[in-house]
Every structure is written in C-alpha cells, then in structure tokens.
C-alpha cells in the first residue's frame, strides 16, 4: 500500500458557494495560480474563482452547454484545455453529436477567453473509439483511458508531444490486467494516480517504465468506486470523485522527494 495518503485523514467536500450537496460536479483542474478552477457539471465545464477566500458559483464557459463535455484538464502552465465531448466533427452534421465521444482542446487566450475547440487528430482520436480522462504533463506528454485496437477492457494510453504532434499512444499495464480508469500524470511525469477495480492506485515511473500501481490507504479507498483523480499544481492536495460522496472530495496527499 502507498503511504501518500495518512490512514486517519478525513477527506472533505470540495464547495463552492451557492452550489448545494450533493451535486454532480466531477474533474477539477486548477489553473496555476489556483484562483481559477474549471470542472465538469452535468455534463457542462465550468469556470469557478477564489475571491475573498470562497469559490464562486460555477459558471458554464463560453465553449461548452450546447453538447455533452466532461472531464476537463489544464496543462501545467494553464495555456491548454483538453476534454472531452460527443460534439460533431468539421464535415459532419452539425445538428447531433458524434458516435464517440473524443478529445477535444482549446487554448488559452486572454483572461477567461479561449479559442473555439478543436479535435485532437490521429493517432490520439481515432474512429470507433471513445477516449476519456485526459491529463499532460510539463512536457505535452498526454495520458488518457480508452478501449481500442482491440485491446481488452479499458487501458490507460500514454502519448508523447514530438513538437507538432503526438506520437502513437502506448498501453499502459499498471495493473496487470485489469481495467484501468482516469490515468492523471503528474507534471514532472513521476507518477500516475489511476483507477482499477473501484480503488485508486499510484505508479511511479522508473527509467523507461512504471511500477505496478499501489493501493492508497483505506481514507481513500474505503469500499466505495473511486475515480476522477487529480493532483492540485502544488502536489499537495488529492481530489477524486467516489460512490454515493455529496460532491468532489479532497485529501491531502505526501509524495516524498525522490521516491520515483
């Protein structure tokens, strides 16, 4: 068991004001400042901000509301958004959604201005296949749940930024073989927290592979399904999402210097 967690923390309710429990919100990502928090909502992403100390009641962002989005991720430095969605494709009809539901980004223009989305191409989207819970670390490098290729169940997928596009995506086995959820990266690429078999799990990278992933403690998983993990930008802080919880939860997390 991975001991980044103490066994007697308590998680607590991410809140933010005007918003009652529970709720659906889902996937927080903060921008670097951590006065911005963008998150899922019905399948809606929105905006949040710190004033005076509260979280604002979320509001939908200009690029989402009209088809199903969810699952939001910031880069590191707060400059791209990737999500996913079930909008259509350019070329497509532009009245019902897709089949699957893919990655999509924006990028970061000014203030709480984006620019319009647009679809990751291949070979991180590809057709007949649904991709799920984008994270990227400092380097582009983008983590994502998928079913595809004919691989069993759904794996984690790892894939490199090479300057103007990503390489080929690459399984990810974690966990032997079973189903792996909601692969977060950490910035720096030292670990991934996932989901498998309603815990979460923490692998760290060695060399040019990853550990076999570690159970947190049981203040995480506690018998309930675990998923959505996501590590605040100052690595201290653990937010997921859990069966039957009110809301987000948050718990914080202790990952020593040095132990990837």
Not at 110 to 133: C, E, Q, R
Request: with cysteine; aromatic share 10%; hydrophobic share 35%.
């Amino acid at each position: 068991m991975a001991s980044i967690v103490d066994n007697n923390a308590i998680p607590k309710v991410f809140t933010q004001k005007g918003v009652t429990l529970p709720n659906d919100e889902s996937s927080p990502a903060f921008m670097p400042d951590v006065r911005t928090v963008y998150l899922a909502d019905s399948n809606r992403i929105c905006v949040s901000k710190k004033v005076n100390g509260k979280w604002t009641k979320p509001q939908v962002v200009s690029f989402s509301g009209q088809w199903k989005d969810w699952d939001p991720t910031l880069s590191p430095d707060g400059k791209r958004l990737i999500f996913v969605s079930n909008r259509p494709l350019d070329g497509m009809p532009q009245d019902k959604p897709q089949k699957n539901n893919q990655l999509w980004y924006v990028e970061h223009l000014s203030g709480d201005n984006w620019s319009n989305p647009k679809h990751l191409d291949a070979p991180v989207n590809i057709d007949g296949a649904n991709d799920y819970a984008p994270s990227i670390s400092m380097l582009g490098t983008l983590c994502f749940c998928s079913r595809r290729n004919g691989n069993k169940g759904m794996g984690a997928y790892y894939t490199k930024w090479l300057g103007d596009h990503y390489d080929t995506p690459k399984q990810l086995l974690l966990n032997g073989d079973n189903d792996i959820f909601d692969p977060f990266i950490s910035p720096d690429e030292g670990y991934i927290i996932f989901a498998s078999n309603k815990n979460l799990y923490i692998s760290f990278h060695h060399g040019n592979d990853w550990s076999a992933g570690q159970k947190l403690s049981p203040a995480v998983n506690n018998g309930n399904w675990n998923g959505g993990p996501y590590v605040s930008p100052d690595g201290k802080m653990l937010y997921y999402s859990q069966a039957h919880a009110p809301g987000i939860l948050m718990v914080p997390i202790h990952i020593p210097n040095g132990i990837h």
